[in-house]
């Protein structure tokens, strides 16, 4: 039997148990002295001890699991926490790459957009100089007629000037042509006959079909090919 005497059994019994409640590293050695304490007391003071002991052990348990529920809801916000700064700078990036594509996209259209502007207004002004320049060639042909007809002396210039590319092959092919041949040639070119020729120049048609004659050798022309046809080619 205890030396102490049975009025303090049941406050020794509580000093056991809060040392129960706050001393986790020793919790089952003051339980197991405990336990061999309570099992040498009297039977009616056993029972109200054992009360005590079941109340506090669920109230251990108790705080053991509210302790626990409140790890695993830190636990949960935590991560609920992390999967929204990573939401949110998923949502950052998401906004930027789609505003990187609408600029880019805006930029390639406005790009677009002033190319083919310009390719319009370049097809316009080249339009408008092709325009011209086929006037320009219709009036020149036109007056380099009517200076053929002449017999005008700026004849000869004219036409150089007017059909620059068409000289230059002639005159690669026989570099020594006297100009009266020259002007043979360029009456050709303008499809005049040999009669018009004649009486554009005042000479005789048989003068010009002498020049053509001598013309052909000095060209080049074989037998049977039309002096005509080939300067059209030149």
Not at 6 to 25: C, G, I, R, V, W
Not at 124 to 136: A, F, G, Q
Not at 149 to 175: G, M, R, W
């Amino acid at each position: 039997q205890p030396w102490w005497s049975e009025e303090l059994h049941l406050p020794m019994a509580k000093f056991l148990l809060s040392l129960f409640d706050s001393s986790q590293d020793s919790n089952q050695e003051i339980f197991n002295f405990m336990m061999q304490w309570i099992d040498k007391l009297p039977l009616h003071t056993k029972i109200s001890i054992n009360i005590l002991v079941n109340e506090r052990l669920n109230h251990i348990e108790k705080n053991e699991y509210i302790k626990g529920t409140n790890l695993i809801l830190e636990k949960l916000e935590k991560e609920k926490k992390e999967s929204d700064r990573k939401n949110i700078a998923l949502i950052i990036v998401s906004v930027f790459i789609v505003l990187s594509i609408f600029i880019v996209y805006m930029v390639t259209m406005k790009n677009q957009k002033l190319k083919t502007k310009l390719k319009e207004e370049n097809i316009t002004v080249k339009s408008k100089e092709i325009n011209e320049l086929k006037r320009k060639v219709s009036t020149s042909y036109q007056e380099v007629i009517e200076m053929a007809k002449k017999d005008n002396p700026l004849f000869v210039s004219f036409f150089k000037e007017l059909y620059p590319e068409f000289y230059a092959k002639l005159i690669n092919v026989q570099p020594k042509l006297t100009i009266t041949e020259q002007k043979v040639c360029f009456f050709i070119k303008l499809k005049f006959s040999t009669k018009e020729i004649a009486s554009y120049t005042f000479v005789s048609i048989k003068a010009i079909q002498n020049r053509k004659n001598r013309l052909r050798k000095r060209l080049g022309l074989e037998n049977g090919e039309d002096l005509y046809e080939w300067i059209e080619k030149l």
